[in-house]
């Protein structure tokens, strides 16, 4: 009788491992033909340009030049070390092929100001890319190149994705080109402080430099988005990577191809999260909807019935449970056509209509500050309210001293010339105190680092 039920425990044993097998097998992906399908609609792109540098002042090795020129040349000679000089860069990335005439789609940033775009087909065929178009914004750019019947990805159905959800990223990490690495959608509509217009596609597919462009493919085999940014405290892969949504990515592509720039929709409104004490005060059951907390002069909302106050539940027919989801529908929002939002007021909902203007260059400036009016040339915005980092988050960065030193979007800037930054108003504040000509020196954070930065600011002539 013993004997019989150790026999019989070890049946359920192997019944029960054949099944976890069987579970196994239906559930784990094999991307082996997935991979093999699709591998000739991704391209490695790479990428040559030139920019200024300045010589080290005082540091005559770091310079092209016979350093025994600085200790023993004329002054006029020495001086001429420390002058800009130029550099060549070269970068690189990844893209895909969206159209079988040669349109092919990457990140901005890849491309950057490239002067020289070199795009290698699966086939080892490498053949020079023009930039039809590109928009920071969204960080995607359109490349053209001279090559027909070229296999076009399948764009995926964004909506039919869900959290945990298997997916595949293909692209060239440090270079070494039709790399796939798996993972999970980890989460959707993931709204970084320097894009409030992306609602991005976090995963945990391994992506490190060099997989930026590549595309991010679902089990069917169809591209859901475009592998654009990680999160890291080293420069390499953390565990967190976010892509475009690739219907975005796509709605770009066709504004570009059509009109060579992107329009968005602007409402004119400054927003902000509903919290668990705020939702009390309007008497509802969650937090939900975007409130108003300020409206634009002159802007389509500033010209409608929208009051400051205003909660915000939804926009065209879909609701808002975050305000970060607002910016994102009213981009892409029809422009000169109304919209309808329904609000919350005095404890009672209405509908107001509010005719959607394009955002062009100023409009962008007016949410924050205009770059090309203060000597950083920076945008900035505030903080998200969860975020336990101190500072004001940049969110453009214009042609000029700031760019120079290397200041990106996604910048904390904490600090200027000794002043702490908690708001936008502080940065306002502290810009209008620079003076053109004088170095200012920013505390900046990226990441997990923080550091020190000197930002010479160009000398204006009166």
Same mark, same amino acid.
């Given at each position: 009788m013993k004997t019989t039920w150790v026999k019989s425990v070890q049946s359920g044993v192997i019944a029960s491992l054949m099944l976890v097998n069987i579970v196994s097998a239906q559930t784990l992906p094999d991307w082996s033909d997935l991979f093999e399908k699709n591998k000739s609609s991704v391209v490695s792109i790479t990428v040559k340009g030139k920019e200024e540098v300045q010589s080290m002042q005082g540091f005559p090795f770091f310079d092209d030049n016979d350093p025994f020129q600085f200790f023993f040349g004329e002054p006029r000679q020495r001086q001429h070390q420390s002058q800009p000089r130029e550099r060549v860069i070269q970068g690189g990335g990844s893209g895909f092929i969206v159209d079988k005439d040669g349109i092919i789609v990457t990140n901005a940033h890849v491309v950057g100001k490239a002067d020289e775009i070199l795009v290698q087909l699966s086939d080892r065929r490498e053949l020079p890319a023009k930039l039809i178009g590109k928009d920071d914004r969204s960080d995607?750019? @359109?490349?053209q190149i001279d090559a027909k019947s070229l296999p076009a990805?399948?764009?995926? /159905?964004?909506?039919?994705?869900? @959290?945990?959800?298997?997916?595949? +990223? @293909? %692209? $060239?990490?440090? %270079?070494l080109d039709y790399t796939a690495t798996q993972g999970i959608i980890s989460s959707l509509g993931r709204n970084l402080p320097s894009d409030n217009y992306t609602p991005f596609i976090q995963t945990d597919a391994a992506v490190n430099p060099g997989n930026s462009g590549g595309p991010l493919f679902n089990t069917k085999g169809e591209v859901i988005g475009i592998n654009s940014q990680i999160y890291t405290s080293t420069g390499s892969y953390a565990g967190v990577s976010f892509a475009i949504p690739i219907d975005l990515a796509m709605d770009v592509v066709?504004?570009?191809? +059509?009109?060579?720039? @992107? &329009? !968005?929709?602007?409402?004119? &409104?400054?927003i902000q999260d509903? $919290?668990?004490d705020l939702a009390k005060t309007f008497k509802l059951d969650k937090p939900q909807g975007a409130l108003i907390s300020g409206i634009m002069p002159k802007g389509p909302a500033a010209q409608s019935d929208l009051k400051v106050g205003d909660?915000?539940?939804?926009?065209?027919g879909k609701a808002i449970e975050k305000s970060s989801e607002l910016p994102v529908l009213v981009s892409r929002a029809k422009v000169n056509e109304k919209a309808e939002l329904e609000i919350l007021r005095n404890g009672k909902k209405q509908t107001i209509k509010v005719e959607i203007k394009a955002m062009d260059g100023e409009q962008l400036a007016n949410q924050s500050q205009d770059a090309t009016n203060n000597l950083l040339g920076l &945008?900035?915005? +505030?903080?998200?309210?969860? =975020?336990? !980092?101190? %500072?004001?988050v940049v969110s453009l960065?214009?042609?000029?001293? $700031?760019?120079?030193?290397g200041i990106m979007r996604g910048d904390v800037i904490s600090q200027?010339?000794?002043?702490?930054?908690? =708001? &936008? /108003?502080?940065?306002?504040?502290?810009?209008?105190?620079?003076?053109s000509g004088e170095v200012v020196r920013l505390l900046i954070q990226r990441g997990q680092n923080s550091y020190f930065v000197a930002v010479p600011l160009k000398e204006i002539k009166k």
């Open positions: 995607v750019a @359109v490349l990805v399948k764009v995926a /159905d964004v909506n039919d994705l869900k @959290v945990g959800q298997w997916v595949m +990223a @293909v %692209g $060239s990490p440090f %270079g066709d504004q570009i191809k +059509a009109n060579g720039k @992107v &329009v !968005r929709g602007w409402l004119g &409104v400054q509903v $919290s668990a909660l915000i539940l939804s926009f065209n &945008v900035v915005d +505030a903080m998200p309210q969860d =975020s336990i !980092r101190k %500072g004001v960065v214009s042609e000029g001293p $700031s760019a120079d030193v200027i010339n000794g002043q702490d930054i908690h =708001s &936008v /108003d502080d940065f306002n504040q502290a810009i209008t105190q620079l003076k």
